[in-house]
C-alpha cells in the first residue's frame, strides 16, 4: 500500500505523466530533477530512454509492457 500511495503522489508531482513517475519512483525524484535541469531528460518525459541508469530505463520498459497487457487484458 505504501508503495502505490507513494506512485500516485508522484503521477501528481509530475502531472500525470507515468514515464517521469515510474523513473522517479526507480531512480529517485532528486535524480530526475537534475537529469531534467542539466538536460538529460526532457520535462515532459519523451526523452525517458536517454536516462543514464540502466536499470531504471529496463524497469519503464518491463512496467509500461506489463501495463499494456493488463489494459489489453481486463479492458
Known sequence: MFGTK??????????????LAMAA????????KRWIENGTIKADGSDIENIPYKETTTYIRKISRNYKIYKMLYE
Open 25 to 32: 519512483y526507480n531512480a529517485g525524484k532528486g535524480n530526475i
Open 6 to 19: 507513494y506512485f500516485s503522489d508522484l503521477l501528481k508531482e509530475y502531472s500525470g505523466n507515468q514515464l
